[in-house]
């Protein structure tokens, strides 16, 4: 079998696969075979140690990496913040514990589904005979943690009444909602000031 000879095109194709081509190993030496005569040109760069990568931490680029995951502040910070729709001078009392609650419930060891309507009754009731300031008492809750996808926070009564007191047919009635003063139950209960009855 005779060797033929490349036509130019092949040749330049040829140099151009043999220029971008980069050995198996360095220490492996493929001799330089030409079908042509010209001799094949050495165009390659001498071998490069690979760099290091710089130091990754992940998160490195988080805005806050100290900040806890609750997207919500804590409850009593949630109600200190909210507008004060009363006397002032008497929410300031009220906060020193030196108003006294009229009327009291206490939704301890009531499940959701009991506490509600106790609550909505309540409320309803002590509207109705013009009392002006009642404490719910909720108690602080269990730490507890079934360990389900969505956490559970603690105190479920204590979390759920200030949204109660908010929503239809209390929110007519309910002038502020304050946590009590600790001679009345501090975080566990709340101080619930009702508008005048009409």
Known sequence: MTRRRLRPDELTLWQEV???????SSN?????????????QQTRPPPQEPATPPKFEIGQTARDRNGGHDVLPPLSERLKQAPVSMDKKAFQRLK???LVPEAKL???GMTLEQAQPALNGFILRSHASGRRLV???????KDRDPGDAV?????VLRHNVPQWLRMAP?????LQISEAHLKHG?????YVYLRRPR
């Open 170 to 174: 209390l929110s007519a009635l309910v």
């Open 28 to 40: 492996r030496r493929v001799p330089a075979t030409s079908f042509t005569d010209q001799p094949a």
């Open 135 to 141: 404490l719910i008492v909720t108690g602080k809750g």
């Open 96 to 98: 020193k514990g030196k």
């Open 18 to 24: 043999a220029r971008k081509t980069t050995p198996l």
């Open 106 to 108: 206490d939704l301890h």
């Open 186 to 190: 501090g975080g566990g209960a709340y």
């Open 151 to 155: 956490p559970v926070r603690r105190g």
